[in-house]
């Protein structure tokens, strides 16, 4: 098995096959550049890549799976104690950054102490690229690829081994629920240092073949411009494409929208296809699972709120309260359990956090609760340790609240909490940014759309939302 076919077959004339943040190279070109690196970073326990928006980032990490180096990306604006912190817990022996125009790695000062060397890369780079038997997927295909950090927002940021084999079998599983081609184009402006943006939105068009642009910034202008058939994007992005109606009317001729990495909220939803005449494709997935459930492109009856159904290689489960398989009957909340060829086999380093992580007969625990309907759809209602709410009895998800508010006009954005109450055990207190609308109107109105007993016992008002580089709410700030 190939990792990278698509590097060596159309893609790799095409001038412009690849491009981001406007400089293009075609895969040939990329090779020949990873193709140095692999040759500087030969026996490097594992690497790190300063993951900018650049040429440069996807030619280090084609570098590292030619070498058969677990590569590391860390996003470029963090802060020196976490980029010490993920050296030191990767065993990284180098960082891969981009040169200056002086020549020398490009960094910021937050890298500057680094105490492992700093190595520049250079796209324009050649070397010679003899690929081998494996396709550049490195000797050992079940050996660590990619070594992907968690959000951290539970404790401190836990690394996840991600092999070649897994990234591979996520990619094949999603080509034909998007039915994506190499006839494609994709679009997008999302990080590089994440499943969404570097598994899914770099070596996903490598493997099948299809064009990349990356935006550099995911704006709806760029968007617009690009002119592509298939875009990834997070909520914050296609919250902001909505309101430039003339961008959003220009994505009109692509084939497939897809959100990921938080809940799409529904007006989002609906103002996406009512500008565009496309129902966008949710999907769900984790550091540690990579993509296990995905709206299908050929299902025209897309719902909001619906990440789909399982991949192809993919089980789900449901687990109750009483530690039994809940009913798919499309209301009751369970803990969702995955398992299949792309989940992970254990955090680096951290055997405690691994077994707990994993059930006795192998199914790994999202820490995700859901709901199952009968046709074998998933909702994610929130994580099990910030949005699952025990209040008077009742366990409540927060984001069906969520969506109950952001359906109310005047309301830009919402975030729902459970903090602790003598009576109720928990109390729903709901964060909302709005303009023109009550605390009363807001709580009345999620008692008559859900339930009296859903409603938020309190409405704070705030201006922004805290959010992590995926956009996704940092609750643990809130509370």
Not at 31 to 53: D, E, F, S
Not at 177 to 200: C, K, N, R, Y
Not at 258 to 274: I, K, M
Request: aromatic share 4%; glycine share 14%; charged share 20%.
């Amino acid at each position: 098995m190939r990792l990278l076919p698509g590097l060596t077959g159309p893609l790799a004339d095409q001038p412009d096959g690849i491009r981001i943040a406007g400089r293009a190279a075609s895969g040939g070109d990329l090779l020949a550049a990873a193709a140095a690196v692999a040759g500087r970073i030969a026996g490097a326990p594992a690497v790190a890549v300063q993951a900018t928006a650049s040429l440069e980032t996807v030619v280090a990490i084609l570098g590292g799976l030619i070498a058969g180096v677990p590569v590391v990306p860390i996003a470029p604006d963090s802060g020196a104690n976490e980029i010490g912190y993920v050296l030191r817990d990767s065993g990284a022996a180098l960082v891969l950054a981009g040169p200056s125009t002086s020549g020398s790695a490009s960094v910021g000062e937050a890298w500057a102490d680094c105490v492992v060397p700093i190595v520049p890369v250079d796209a324009d780079e050649r070397a010679e690229y003899r690929e081998s038997p494996d396709g550049g997927g490195g000797p050992d295909l079940d050996a660590p690829a990619l070594i992907l950090y968690t959000s951290g927002t539970t404790g401190p940021p836990k690394g996840v081994p991600v092999t070649s084999r897994a990234i591979a079998a996520d990619i094949d599983a999603l080509g034909p629920a998007w039915e994506w081609t190499a006839e494609d184009t994709l679009v997008h402006g999302l990080p590089l240092f994440h499943v969404h943006g570097l598994v899914l939105g770099v070596l996903g068009p490598l493997r099948i073949g299809s064009r990349l642009v990356h935006t550099g910034r995911p704006t709806p202008e760029e968007y617009a411009r690009a002119a592509g058939s298939l875009y990834f994007g997070v909520p914050t992005v296609w919250s902001r494409v909505c309101a430039d109606p003339g961008s959003a009317k220009a994505l009109a001729g692509a084939r497939l929208l897809v959100s990921g990495s938080a809940a799409l909220p529904a007006p989002v939803f609906a103002n996406l296809e009512g500008l565009t005449g496309l129902r966008p494709a949710e999907r769900y997935g984790m550091t540690e699972t990579l993509i296990t459930v995905a709206a299908r492109a050929a299902d025209p009856d897309r719902r909001a709120g619906s990440v789909g159904r399982p991949l192809a290689g993919i089980e789900t489960r449901l687990i109750g309260p009483d530690g039994e398989e809940a009913p798919h009957d499309g209301t009751t909340v369970g803990e969702l359990q995955v398992r299949g060829a792309t989940v992970f086999s254990g955090y680096l380093g951290r055997p405690d956090a691994t077994a707990a992580s994993f059930t006795g007969d192998g199914w790994f625990r999202t820490g995700d609760m859901a709901i199952l309907d009968e046709r074998g759809a998933h909702r994610i209602v929130g994580r099990a340790s910030t949005d699952l709410i025990k209040s008077g009895g009742y366990r409540i998800g927060a984001g069906e609240i969520e969506d109950a508010l952001l359906g109310r006009p005047g309301v830009a954005e919402a975030a729902v909490i459970g903090v602790p109450d003598e009576d109720l055990g928990q109390r729903i207190v709901a964060y909302v940014v709005a303009d023109g609308v009550t605390e009363r109107e807001l709580i009345d109105a999620v008692a008559r759309e859900l339930a009296a007993h859903k409603r938020p016992r309190e409405i704070v008002f705030v201006d922004a939302l805290p959010r992590n580089a995926m956009g996704k709410v940092r609750k643990d700030q809130l509370r």
